[in-house]
């Protein structure tokens, strides 16, 4: 019992630690973990009871969560949008270039965040019904949605033949497009 007395004794510097844990983290459990390095378990029961006693903590604590929320949405849209410069190689294993890889999955993932009545299937499954299933509804979208949605798809489509070629992440440098060629 002495043992739980010394565990709730929460100080400001260990509340601090257990909200820039949460924030970095987002789980409660490893944030509670970090903060109390020489607890007996997890430590999570005293930054509860603390919540449940103080507003201003229970806030930050809310704050922390939607602080680490908006940073993967953030992350999602840079590795959908920005996207990371990763090497072209040659044959001989030069490197040639660079090139943008963007995550296409997460692009989708997005637009339906955001776009509700889009709901993305499968590869398999938007191609099978593209050609021969139900209406997926993708009437609904304006014209330049349209082509941009058949655009990814297509790239992934080719991403995914590639993948299963064996080519691996690194490109042939004849089979670049020109616009990479020449970088």
Same mark, same amino acid.
């Given at each position: 019992?002495?043992?739980? !007395?010394?565990?709730?004794? *929460?100080?400001?510097?260990?509340?601090?630690?257990?909200?820039?844990?949460?924030?970095?983290?987002?789980?409660?459990?490893?944030?509670?973990?970090?903060?109390? #390095? $020489?607890?007996?378990? %997890?430590?999570? +029961?005293?930054?509860?009871?603390? =919540?449940? =006693?103080?507003?201003?903590?229970?806030? @930050?604590?809310?704050?922390?969560l939607e602080q680490h929320a908006? $940073?993967?949405?953030?992350? *999602?849209? =840079?590795r959908a949008v920005v996207g $990371?410069?990763?090497?072209?190689?040659? #044959?001989?294993?030069?490197?040639?270039?660079?090139?943008?890889?963007? %995550?296409?999955?997460?692009?989708?993932?997005?637009?339906? @965040?955001?776009?509700?009545?889009?709901?993305?299937? !499968?590869? !398999?499954?938007?191609?099978?019904?593209? &050609?021969?299933?139900?209406? *997926?509804?993708?009437?609904?979208? %304006?014209?330049?949605?349209? $082509? =941009?949605?058949?655009?990814? *798809?297509?790239?992934?489509? @080719?991403?995914?033949? +590639?993948?299963?070629?064996? &080519?691996?992440?690194?490109?042939?440098? %004849?089979?670049? #497009?020109?616009?990479?060629?020449?970088?």
């Amino acid at each position: 019992m002495p043992r739980r !007395s010394k565990q709730a004794h *929460l100080t400001p510097q260990r509340k601090a630690a257990f909200l820039e844990a949460l924030h970095a983290c987002g789980v409660v459990t490893r944030a509670a973990k970090l903060a109390s #390095p $020489d607890a007996s378990g %997890s430590g999570i +029961q005293t930054f509860r009871d603390e =919540r449940k =006693r103080d507003p201003e903590f229970a806030r @930050a604590w809310d704050e922390a969560l939607e602080q680490h929320a908006g $940073d993967l949405v953030a992350e *999602l849209y =840079r590795r959908a949008v920005v996207g $990371d410069q990763v090497p072209i190689v040659s #044959p001989k294993g030069e490197v040639v270039g660079f090139r943008t890889i963007r %995550s296409d999955k997460l692009l989708l993932e997005a637009v339906r @965040a955001h776009a509700p009545e889009f709901t993305p299937r !499968s590869e !398999s499954t938007v191609t099978a019904k593209v &050609s021969k299933g139900p209406d *997926l509804g993708l009437g609904k979208l %304006s014209p330049e949605n349209q $082509d =941009r949605l058949r655009l990814i *798809l297509e790239d992934e489509l @080719a991403r995914e033949q +590639q993948r299963a070629l064996g &080519s691996g992440d690194t490109a042939p440098y %004849s089979a670049l #497009p020109i616009e990479e060629r020449e970088r």
